[in-house]
């Protein structure tokens, strides 16, 4: 190690890795260790501008310890999760050296040095969007990035799978299938891009933010009582998904919605069926999500075939899915006739690509007043105000990036700490 001052030195990288949403849901661990899935599962990117992580991490001479801050709150790193990828990818780090400013690391030395971690979510943590799978994820690609890591995506999949299942899916944008893999090491169960963000770009993703609290039971427990609990999940797992997922590559391949919505719907609602098969059972859903549900399916069933599909991960929030912007500004309609916000300020009711709300006709409260009820409903409705939080209208995205931008940093560079603290 040499700095033009010894030990006065900090060194960074930036990285934001995007969130993604399993279509074909993975529910259940084979090995809890490792993080290895009973069941293959196949999810979409998300775009980062709306739903990402972003990490910044540094390393010193100077720093005593390992520390991570997420959000601002500093919290612990003594969890196995994040020691295994700090681990994995310290095992694999490279020589590096910024000439500019004097610095020189061998890959010996990692092994001696500590790092302060920053990271800070764009959209609810453990509200059962994901916030894990694009955490994990940037955590892993930025620290790789750090370290001057040469492996490949798959490889740093199989890492950041072993800090949180679901994130191994967010190293790469589009469409990811996570291989459940066969071998006892783990060695085999890795993510691998089946369609990049611009294959089927027409899709549009609107989120119902019905609950950012963090949710009673997290995913970790719930799985696990499953897999104890639940003869529906080995069903599942052995028999429905393998089908499952060779249709849903198919329809992305071939871009068919009819197909995808389909899977899509069924996968989401078998997901929950087995959280309700659990003992004791889990509820993740609430009377919100039912009726969004219902509103998509009456919908679906009176055109005859699929106009949107919804899916639900370990939460109650929506993500629905349209095969173009019209569909999707007729289900905002819909949608903001049943669930007008609390406040009436409609700007912050919508999230991400804001432009949908002038595409559908909605440029003021009073245009949502004006909405008719939807043709499918047989019987004058009843409106939930402020039972959805808000809205986050999105797109496919890429996999992690590097951020240049050095002002765009959440760390210091001259103290090493999270800027503010």
Not at 288 to 302: D, G, M
């Amino acid at each position: 190690m040499a700095a033009a001052e010894e030990g006065q030195w900090v060194l960074m990288a930036t990285g934001r890795s995007p969130t993604n949403i399993a279509v074909i849901k993975y529910w259940g661990k084979r090995d809890e260790a490792l993080i290895l899935p009973v069941n293959d599962s196949i999810s979409v990117t998300l775009d980062p501008d709306h739903l990402s992580a972003t990490t910044t991490v540094a390393v010193s001479p100077s720093f005593p310890s390992d520390r991570m801050w997420l959000n601002g709150k500093e919290i612990s790193l003594s969890g196995g999760r994040f020691q295994s990828c700090l681990r994995e990818i310290r095992k694999r780090a490279q020589d590096v050296e910024d000439e500019k400013k004097g610095i020189r690391i061998k890959k010996e030395d990692w092994g001696k040095l500590h790092v302060h971690i920053a990271s800070f979510n764009n959209f609810p943590t453990a509200a059962g969007l994901a916030s894990s799978a694009a955490g994990l994820a940037c955590f892993v690609f930025t620290l790789g990035k750090l370290m001057n890591v040469k492996e490949d995506h798959g490889e740093l999949s199989s890492i950041a799978r072993q800090g949180s299942g679901s994130a191994c899916r967010s190293i790469y944008g589009g469409f990811v299938k996570w291989c459940m893999g066969k071998n006892n090491d783990g060695s085999d169960s890795i993510a691998v891009q089946l369609a990049d963000e611009a294959h089927w770009n027409d899709l549009v993703i609107i989120i119902a933010v019905v609950s950012s609290k963090q949710k009673e039971t997290s995913s970790t427990s719930g799985m696990r009582d499953s897999v104890e609990t639940s003869p529906l999940l080995q069903y599942r797992a052995q028999t429905v998904v393998p089908e499952r997922v060779l249709k849903m590559e198919e329809a992305i391949k071939s871009r068919n919605f009819e197909s995808f919505a389909r899977l899509t719907c069924a996968d989401s609602n078998q997901f929950h069926a087995v959280c309700l098969d659990t003992s004791p059972p889990i509820f993740y859903m609430n009377d919100t999500s039912h009726r969004i549900i219902s509103l998509v399916e009456k919908w679906n069933q009176s055109e005859g075939t699929p106009q949107v599909a919804y899916t639900f991960d370990a939460g109650p929030n929506a993500v629905l899915i349209a095969p173009n912007r019209k569909n999707a500004t007729i289900l905002l309609q819909k949608l903001l006739y049943y669930f007008p916000p609390q406040d009436n300020d409609l700007s912050s009711y919508m999230v991400g690509d804001k432009s949908i709300l002038s595409d559908a006709g909605l440029k003021s409260i009073e245009d949502v007043e004006a909405l008719p009820a939807p043709a499918e409903t047989k019987m004058p409705s009843q409106k939930f105000k402020g039972d959805v939080s808000y809205f986050i209208c999105s797109r496919l995205g890429a996999g992690p990036k590097v951020v240049t931008d050095e002002s765009l940093a959440l760390i210091d560079s001259v103290t090493g700490l999270p800027k503010g603290v």
